[in-house]
């Protein structure tokens, strides 16, 4: 099946700093979304991205979508404590409602 | 504001043992899904589930799992006889299309911890 590769792996980073992750993958993906999981909870989702070229913002975060389809980064901005936890990409298989491929996260932890 | 729902929060069995999770989606949501992950690794896709029958499956499940809508609202998932590599968090997901593409939203439960002794 489709792989995600996230990197980085951890970032450990002062407060009031600004974040930068990316995912790529070996195939074109449709869709990209970017979910945040904290220790014990389920994957909440953050930002969706349908199209290449998209660019996306939700609060602090920004989201694009590359131009080959087959990457993607998502950026922090004045990161604050809440912000830690495991960050995850994700897309679909395939057409229809399919299962979510998800990438191995990159955990983010925030330094005081 | 509307969430998925799953329970118990945490589930202790033997092995061999049947176990059901249980799910109850967004109300108005239309595809239902159950996901795991093993501590300290990705989340994996088991099945997708959508007009009482299931669309997609993983390699994963195999024929020891079963997932069911029984009446309106509840979604669930059993493990028919359960084996040590079963241990981990099950995550039951929804989604509703509301445009072309946003079927592709999944919006997770809290998930439920499977430990089999």
């Known amino acids: 099946g489709q792989q995600l590769n996230q990197s980085p792996q951890s970032m450990f980073i002062q407060e009031g700093e600004d974040v930068s992750m990316n995912c790529t993958s070996s195939?074109?993906?449709?869709?990209w979304l970017w979910y945040k999981q904290d220790p014990g909870e389920g994957p909440v989702l953050l930002i969706a991205?349908?199209?290449?070229?998209e660019l996306t913002s939700n609060g602090r975060l920004t989201a694009q979508f590359g131009i080959t389809r087959k990457d993607s980064f998502l950026n922090i901005s004045a990161s604050i404590p809440s912000d830690v936890g495991i960050y995850f990409c994700?897309?679909?298989?395939?057409?229809?409602?399919?299962?979510?491929?998800f990438g191995k996260g990159t955990h983010l932890i925030i330094q005081p | 504001e509307p969430e998925v729902t799953q329970t118990p929060s945490h589930q202790v069995t033997q092995m061999g043992q049947e176990v059901i999770l249980r799910c109850v989606p967004i109300?108005?949501?239309?595809?239902f899904y159950w996901y795991r992950q093993i501590l300290g690794q990705k989340v994996e896709f088991l099945v997708s589930?959508?007009?009482?029958?299931?669309?997609?499956k993983s390699e994963i499940f195999d024929d020891q799992f079963s997932v069911e809508r029984p009446d309106g609202s509840n979604f669930t998932l059993k493990i028919r006889s359960t084996k040590l590599e079963d241990s981990a968090m099950y995550f039951c997901?929804?989604?509703?299309?509301?445009?072309?593409?946003?079927?592709?939203?999944?919006?997770f439960g809290p998930g439920t911890r499977l430990t089999v002794l």
């Open positions: 997901a929804s989604s509703v299309p509301t445009t072309p593409s946003s079927y592709n939203e999944q919006f």
């Open positions: 195939s074109i993906f449709n869709t």
């Open positions: 991205l349908y199209k290449a070229g």
């Open positions: 994700a897309g679909p298989d395939g057409g229809g409602a399919d299962g979510l491929t």
């Open positions: 109300s108005n949501h239309l595809y």
């Open positions: 589930f959508y007009n009482n029958e299931i669309s997609e």
